[in-house]
């Protein structure tokens, strides 16, 4: 990984014309070049500066899409005019949960994080723009299409680029899914887009939202297993919310609320 100019942000090249940019650790953003157009694929937290980060690598337009409405995945949003996000994300706990409070509430409680780094003035007030299921965008010579994968948000999309066969997950497919939260479907509706996202894997290299980025076709039918298993035997744990399994070093595990498994 290279080092960006802001101290935060650091990048590699994973294919031709295409970058991971990691967040502090904290999480990915991709960044896929075209001949007219670059796609910056999420936004972070927020903090560092991603647009000058983005400018070390290309002088393209860019154009942002997410792939789902949180905030380390929108907060450098407002260095743009608009960003490109599914329809189903539009109800309003999602705005709630991408705004610059919750980046501030999530950074506080990331303990690992003990000199916290500020949030830079972004100068846009960028505003959604909402996509449907299926919607492509043209960077020039490349075509990168959405599908939407209800789940750990209503509106959580993956991106297949056609020009390297890599897609991009977002947080669905994370091998620590997050199905707590509010806005969240419940288990088997998650199973459902889950499982089209590993019918995809035998095409696409699947690139999560947070850690090294790369995920394996094993561990997304690791996850789906842990989802299928919690779905049938429910559980004994008395706690509303719950990590399933227990065990922090089990290879795939579901964070989730009672009420969603069904
Ligand atoms: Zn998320």
């Not at 792939?67 to 450098?76: E, F, I, K, N």
């Not at 559980?235 to 065990?247: G, H, L, M, Q, R």
Request: proline share 4%.
């Amino acid at each position: 990984m290279i080092l960006a100019k802001d101290g935060i942000h650091s990048y590699e090249k994973i294919r031709e014309d295409t970058y991971r940019i990691d967040e502090k650790g904290i999480a990915n953003t991709y960044l896929l070049l075209g001949k007219d157009k670059a796609l910056l694929i999420d936004s972070g937290l927020g903090v560092g500066d991603l647009y000058q980060t983005i400018r070390e690598l290309t002088e393209l337009p860019i154009v942002l899409a997410l792939t789902h409405r949180h905030c380390d995945h929108a907060g450098g949003r407002n260095y743009f005019k608009e960003y490109y996000v599914n329809e189903n994300d539009k109800p309003l706990i999602y705005k709630i949960l991408s705004s610059q409070f919750a980046s501030k509430k999530l950074l506080s409680m990331n303990k690992e994080n003990k000199n916290p780094v500020k949030f830079n003035k972004q100068p846009n007030h960028a505003k959604p723009v909402f996509i449907k299921d299926g919607y492509s965008f043209d960077l020039g010579g490349r075509i990168v299409k959405t599908i939407n994968t209800p789940g750990h948000t209503k509106g959580s999309i993956v991106f297949l680029d056609e020009k390297t066969k890599l897609m991009f997950t977002g947080d669905d497919v994370n091998l620590w899914l997050w199905l707590q939260l509010p806005g969240c479907t419940n288990l088997s509706t998650w199973l459902i887009g889950a499982k089209k996202i590993l019918g995809l894997a035998e095409e696409y290299t699947p690139y999560c939202g947070h850690n090294e980025g790369l995920i394996t076709k094993e561990g997304i039918r690791e996850l789906i297993r842990v989802g299928e298993e919690l779905l049938v035997n429910k559980t004994t744990n008395k706690a509303k919310t719950f990590n399933y399994p227990e065990d922090e070093k089990a290879p795939a595990r579901i964070c989730i609320t009672k009420s969603r498994l069904k």
